[in-house]
């Protein structure tokens, strides 16, 4: 029989959906800010002159990232073993913090410690808000759910677009957007912690007398994960299509604002909107379809997902041949489409291959991994760029491994106990 609780169903739709909502707004902060650095490069760069070269701003995005990945597997760890909701608040508060200080800092050396302290803050939020949410939505809503919250996420990135324009402006400046982000989220971590609530516990009725599953140690809940080769495809699967992910988040401003020679307000808004807006479009598309696809087969997020994927290959190849800012922005919106797909599915995939127990640390560890290499690949796109590699031949290794990522999805195995407990048809 399905797992259940005991409320009410109404209740529990509705507090299901007020969890999204209440996190909707972390995620978008949650992004912002990392978005706002790549679109405010230029105005950076010229008020903190220590900075030098892109070879050291690409150190500082990839210094972010792996103080974000080495710290997610913890993070997520500490969600499944204690609580997803104190986790979630006690982030928010901290990295809004550090968003505050970074509107102070003056060098290159105060810049790093920033981001590596960001990196610290935030690894904690999206292991614990993504398990959290997948506990309140039991299979029929889930990939809805996970795609709304991204689309938090996406609007982040959309806002953080603009900022080239508020760092040019000479009534604000890039310090007073980090200063007033960080004010915000300190404010609305206060009532978050009391309005948020950690799921209640579901139970299988065929299995009532059965021993509640523990809470397993660090070595077995890692052990646990490793030995399971679905999760080892779905780590990869989600690790490659990221390098060129980061990549066109953390780089796009600036490539095109020097391959297209336009300004840099207008370099932010078309390397974010566009392919943002689209995103919200993919995740809404590729969040229903899954979601319907598994009341007729156990692989529907999987195929969902490989669908995204298949649509970011071309993508990625074209954004980096592209020969005018409309070609560059038409494959930008390509990848938002496929990207959609591909995000809100990962979490429900990850759901159907491990127990709930384990769900925030095998997100954790899929972070570890993905972002980790996704600093490696803002690092060495930095490089490239100083020693002016071509933009095609970048891109199309990246459009490579996409094509490996499809084989890879296809490839995972879902699990029917962890299906019925998702509450799937099949």
Not at 80 to 100: K, M, N, P, Q
Not at 384 to 393: F, G, T
């Given at each position: 029989m399905p797992m259940t609780d005991s409320r009410p169903a109404g209740?529990?739709?509705?507090?299901?959906?007020?969890?999204?909502a209440l996190l909707f707004p972390v995620?978008?902060?949650?992004?912002?800010?990392?978005?706002?650095?790549?679109?405010?490069?230029s105005s950076i760069m010229s008020d903190i002159p220590s900075i030098g070269t892109d070879q050291n701003w690409g150190y500082m995005l990839g210094q972010f990232k792996w103080v974000y990945a080495f710290l997610s597997p913890f993070a997520g760890y500490i969600?499944?073993?204690?609580?997803?909701?104190?986790?979630?608040?006690?982030?928010?508060?901290?990295?809004?913090?550090?968003?505050?200080?970074?509107?102070?800092?003056k060098t290159y050396d105060e810049l790093l410690m920033a981001r590596s302290l960001m990196g610290f803050s935030e690894a904690f939020y999206v292991p614990a808000a993504l398990a959290l949410i997948s506990d309140y939505h039991h299979g029929a809503t889930r990939s809805r759910a996970i795609g709304l919250h991204q689309m938090g996420m996406y609007f982040g990135?959309?806002?953080?677009?603009?900022?080239?324009?508020?760092?040019?402006?000479?009534?604000?400046?890039?310090?007073?957007a980090f200063l007033g982000c960080g004010v915000f989220g300190m404010i609305y971590a206060l009532p978050l912690i009391v309005i948020l609530r950690d799921a209640p516990k579901i139970y299988d009725e065929s299995q009532a007398d059965a021993p509640k599953p523990k809470k397993p140690s660090p070595l077995k809940a890692l052990g646990e994960l490793l030995s399971n080769s679905s999760y080892i495809l779905l780590v990869l699967y989600f690790t490659l299509p990221a390098l060129a992910g980061w990549v066109v988040r953390d780089w796009m401003p600036a490539i095109l604002q020097k391959q297209f020679n336009i300004s840099q307000g207008l370099a932010g808004v078309s390397a974010t909107i566009y392919w943002q807006v689209a995103a919200i479009v993919g995740a809404i598309i590729g969040g229903s379809l899954a979601d319907k696809w598994m009341h007729t087969n156990r692989r529907g997020r999987i195929y969902a997902s490989a669908i995204g994927m298949s649509l970011i290959v071309p993508a990625i190849f074209g954004v980096g041949n592209a020969g005018s800012l409309s070609a560059a922005i038409g494959f930008l919106i390509l990848f938002g489409l496929g990207w959609?797909?591909?995000?809100?599915?990962?979490?429900?995939?990850?759901?159907?291959?491990?127990?709930p127990e384990l769900r925030a640390t095998g997100y954790g560890i899929m972070n570890l991994v993905s972002i980790s290499c996704g600093g490696l690949a803002d690092w060495?796109?930095?490089?490239?760029?100083?020693?002016?590699?071509?933009?095609?031949?970048?891109?199309g290794i990246f459009a490579a491994t996409a094509i490996l990522s499809i084989v890879l999805v296809l490839l995972i195995r879902p699990k029917d106990e962890l299906i019925r407990l998702g509450g799937s048809a099949k």
């Open positions: 209740k529990r739709f509705a507090t299901a959906w007020l969890v999204v995620a978008l902060l949650n992004y912002l800010d990392r978005q706002m650095l790549a679109s405010m490069k969600a499944d073993r204690f609580s997803r909701r104190l986790t979630i608040c006690g982030s928010l508060f901290v990295w809004s913090a550090v968003t505050w200080w970074t509107g102070h800092v990135q959309i806002a953080g677009g603009f900022g080239g324009y508020i760092a040019q402006s000479p009534d604000f400046g890039w310090r007073s959609g797909f591909f995000d809100c599915n990962n979490m429900p995939i990850l759901c159907q291959i491990v127990r060495g796109f930095g490089i490239l760029r100083d020693k002016q590699v071509p933009l095609s031949l970048t891109f």
